[in-house]
Nanobody, 117 residues
Framework: QVQLVESGGGLVQPGGSLRLSCGASTTINSIYLMSWYRQPPGKQRELVASITSADTTNYAGSVKGRFTISRENARNLVYLQMNSLKPEDTAVYYC???????????WGQGTQVTVSS
């Protein structure tokens, strides 16, 4: 069982930046694919970015060039640096951990990001 806790959300003006953090209750360095998802109001949850244990990253087209995902395995942390934020980035952001061997899948409770002037 992996427990995930997100932090760093809040209210920011368009063009601003935020850094989200996700802390895991167990070691994530050896196996897990770590991802950030978001769910805008009234819409389905969507993948924002992911990072493998080998630090290979993948981004949704809408955030490519603005967001950066990274992981700090020694501290079981995953980050999402969000720059040049737009109102359409407003959503609840969720951290996800997936074990590609056992197919276990874990979610955090989510953190609200609101981009508004």
């Amino acid at each position: 069982q992996v427990q995930l806790v997100e932090s760093g959300g809040g209210l920011v003006q368009p063009g601003g930046s935020l850094r989200l953090s996700c802390g895991a209750s167990t070691t994530i360095n050896s196996i897990y694919l770590m991802s950030w998802y978001r769910q805008p109001p009234g819409k389905q949850r969507e993948l924002v970015a992911s990072i493998t244990s080998a630090d290979t990253t993948n981004y949704a087209g809408s955030v490519k060039g603005r967001f950066t995902i990274s992981r700090e395995n020694a501290r079981n942390l995953v980050y999402l640096q969000m720059n040049s934020l737009k109102p359409e980035d407003t959503a609840v952001y969720y951290c996800n951990a997936r074990n590609p061997i056992t197919l276990s899948n874990y979610w955090g409770q989510g953190t609200q990001v609101t981009v508004s002037s």
